[in-house]
């Protein structure tokens, strides 16, 4: 490991969960993810695996509650901890976009590290849940992600029918959008006209 090495070490304690996490953006995509939601697991398991981050997450929230606080939480800290990361953000590529398919479902990811959260994200889910993971949460984990991350992000569904299959669509799309925006360009500049982000 590195002094230049891109990791961060958080951790999110609150009356409603207990989330830590650990993470390196310059992994090969292995994960260690527990969130007592198996669904959740799953989807981050593949933004690790596609976004090649090395991801341990570990959450103990109040799922006798519900799975919102759980979901939230996870997101929050595993953005904050990205933008932890990232630093200043000197010398990343900033943008990133992709499209990935699961069988019939074809989702788009667009991430832009730019320091501005924002979230438009278009699932068209038509489940209650998947699991034990209510759909409105999968939308808001994405938003919530976005959030503490501090970046803009655009995801669609732009064809499926089979709501597991869209959601994973969605999330590996994503994990490759972000592989390409926190890609480093050999540079040290800082990828803004404004020269901070």
């Not at 207990?18 to 292995?30: A, E, I």
């Not at 090649?52 to 939480?73: F, N, P, Q, S, V």
């Not at 501005?116 to 984990?141: D, F, K, Y």
Request: proline share 2%.
């Amino acid at each position: 490991m590195t002094d230049t090495a891109r990791r961060a070490a958080l951790e999110r304690k609150t009356r409603e969960t207990h989330v830590k996490v650990d993470l390196n953006l310059d992994g090969t995509g292995q994960s260690q993810i527990d969130t007592g939601i198996g669904f959740l697991d799953h989807m981050l398991t593949a933004l690790a695996r596609h976004g090649r981050l090395d991801l341990t997450l570990h959450c103990k929230g109040d799922l006798e509650i519900d799975d919102h606080h759980t979901a939230e939480d996870c997101a929050l800290t595993l953005g904050a901890a990205i933008d932890q990361a990232l630093g200043d953000k000197r010398g990343i590529a900033r943008f990133g976009y992709a499209y990935a398919p699961l069988d019939e479902a074809l989702a788009r990811a667009v991430i832009d590290f730019s320091g501005r959260p924002h979230a438009q994200v278009e699932l068209s889910l038509r489940r209650e849940a998947i699991g034990a993971l209510a759909c409105e949460n999968i939308t808001h984990v994405m938003q919530s992600l976005a959030v503490a991350a501090r970046a803009t992000l655009h995801v669609d569904v732009i064809r499926g029918q089979n709501d597991h299959h869209k959601a994973e669509a969605a999330f590996k799309a994503l994990a490759l959008a972000i592989r390409q925006a926190v890609a480093q360009d050999g540079t040290q500049t800082i990828p803004s006209t404004k020269g901070v982000l």
